[in-house]
């Protein structure tokens, strides 16, 4: 919803067409945040370990998967363009992501620092949470309000630099429910 009480665009088609009964764990932008997270944290397990060659070359095939970035994949945050492979990995650990979701779930942090999270996770992981629609990076404060609420522009105003905020409300939504999934890895 948005701070009027009115419902997106889409969402409001969505109420629609399922007569006002629409739980917002069916809509289709729930469920499509829900799957990228799941996709992106399940891209960046390890490959697990098998015996024989021809084991690791079936592991391997059926491991590989279906792109999970779009052709602009090739285009990072930093302008380099470097790191950046075939779309098929994740250039960050499932322990990174999960670290990620954690502090970014509803009710914690509204923003993150850039600089101070590539000095923990390194830029090339960062930037691959960027070029996987997970995060969004922004160069400076808006000039004007979004749309959210006060409490996510003054938390941008706090941090110095560029910031990293979840792509949409509802990939912040959905990390929660994610996390809730994962709580097994998250404890490790």
């Given at each position: 919803?948005?701070?009027?009480?009115?419902?997106?665009?889409?969402?409001a088609?969505?109420?629609i067409?399922n007569?006002?009964?629409?739980n917002?764990?069916d809509s289709?932008h729930?469920?499509q945040?829900?799957?990228?997270?799941?996709?992106?944290?399940?891209?960046?397990?390890?490959?697990?370990?098998?015996?024989?060659?021809?084991?690791e070359?079936?592991q391997r095939?059926?491991?590989s998967?279906?792109?999970?970035?779009s052709p602009?994949r090739?285009s990072?945050p930093?302008?380099?363009?470097?790191?950046v492979?075939?779309?098929n990995?994740?250039?960050?650990?499932?322990?990174d992501l999960?670290?990620?979701?954690?502090?970014?779930?509803?009710g914690?942090?509204?923003?993150?620092?850039?600089?101070?999270?590539?000095?923990e996770?390194?830029?090339l992981?960062?930037?691959?949470?960027?070029?996987?629609r997970?995060?969004?990076?922004?160069w400076?404060?808006?000039?004007?309000?979004?749309?959210?609420p006060?409490?996510v522009?003054?938390?941008r105003?706090?941090?110095?630099?560029?910031?990293?905020?979840?792509?949409?409300?509802?990939?912040?939504?959905?990390m929660?429910k994610?996390?809730?999934?994962?709580k097994?890895e998250?404890?490790?």
């Open positions: 919803m948005t701070d009027d009480g009115a419902l997106p665009r889409p969402l088609g969505e109420f067409n007569e006002g009964d629409l917002i764990l289709s729930f469920l945040a829900h799957a990228l997270l799941n996709l992106q944290l399940i891209h960046a397990l390890p490959p697990s370990k098998s015996k024989s060659t021809d084991e070359d079936d095939r059926a491991s998967g279906f792109r999970i970035y602009l090739n990072a930093t302008g380099t363009g470097a790191g492979d075939d779309g990995s994740a250039e960050f650990t499932v322990t999960l670290k990620v979701m954690e502090r970014l779930a509803p914690k942090e509204e923003a993150l620092s850039y600089f101070a999270l590539c000095r996770m390194g830029a992981a960062v930037d691959g949470m960027v070029r996987g997970i995060l969004e990076l922004r400076s404060s808006t000039v004007t309000d979004e749309g959210g006060r409490s522009l003054e938390t105003k706090e941090i110095v630099g560029p910031c990293l905020v979840p792509t949409t409300p509802v990939i912040k939504f959905a929660g994610v996390l809730e999934e994962w097994d998250v404890k490790k």
